[in-house]
């Protein structure tokens, strides 16, 4: 059975940084590219970043370059989002997710991560 | 980059209605559509991908089609388990992008 175990969220100081980590099981991790995807609360979802299967291939949704970096460690079957100048519109629910193609469509998600940035 | 408009934004339907959702891409994108179900505290789940193929398991009232800048989701005949929040995302280039999602809500 596929799992993505989403964690590493909470609450941080607008400026402030977070490290998500996604742990992928009953799958070959290292055969798939992988997405992160956010959900504002109430709010539409938001694709984040993706990066392939080897890690060589990253892209990035405007409103992240530059704050955030996707990675990941195919040894441990983790995926990685480092978010650095954390703002406000940032609080969301954050989902890995990936699918047969590096664009998706994402087959399989986690059950996220809540990242709160509040003073 | 790709904006996706989808629409409506909300629905409101009974059991056994049809209900067909729209969503309108800002640049041609040959089939590369999806189609996502996500309930209320639950991740999204994917029902149709490539525009119009079924993914397994995902009842055959759900059918989808469109190619190009517009593509259409189809509910046959609404069962309760439907009534949820649709999404279209687009699978054709980076940044990849959703639309901003239809609630389907009983009437």
């Known amino acids: 059975e596929v799992q993505l175990l989403e964690s590493g969220g909470g609450l941080v100081q607008p400026g402030g940084s977070l490290r998500l980590s996604c742990v992928g099981s009953?799958?070959?991790?290292?055969?798939?590219?992988m997405s992160w995807v956010r959900q504002a609360p109430g709010k539409a979802l938001e694709w984040v970043s993706a990066?392939?299967?080897?890690?060589?291939?990253?892209y990035y949704a405007d409103y992240v370059k530059g704050r955030f970096t996707i990675s990941r460690d195919n040894s441990k079957n983790t995926l990685f989002l480092q978010m650095n100048s954390l703002r406000a519109d940032d609080t969301a629910l954050y989902y890995c997710?990936?699918?047969?193609?590096?664009?998706?469509?994402?087959?399989?998600w986690g059950q996220g991560t809540l990242v709160t940035v509040s003073s | 980059d790709i904006e996706m408009t989808q629409s409506p934004s909300s629905v409101s339907a009974s059991v056994g209605d049809r209900v067909t959702i729209t969503c309108r891409a800002s640049?041609?994108?040959?089939?590369?559509l999806a189609w996502y179900q996500q309930k209320a505290g639950k991740a999204p789940n994917l029902l149709i991908h490539?525009?119009?193929t079924l993914r397994s398991g995902v009842p055959s009232r759900f059918s989808g089609s469109g190619s190009g800048t517009d593509f259409t989701l189809t509910i046959s005949s609404l069962q309760p388990e439907d009534f949820a929040t649709y999404y279209c995302?687009?699978?054709?280039?980076?940044?990849?992008?959703f639309g901003q999602g239809t609630r389907l809500e009983i009437k």
């Open positions: 009953g799958f070959t991790f290292s055969s798939y590219a």
């Open positions: 990066i392939n299967n080897n890690g060589r291939d990253t």
């Open positions: 490539s525009a119009s």
């Open positions: 997710a990936y699918g047969g193609q590096f664009q998706g469509p994402f087959d399989y």
């Open positions: 995302q687009q699978a054709n280039s980076f940044p990849l992008s």
């Open positions: 640049q041609g994108m040959s089939i590369w």
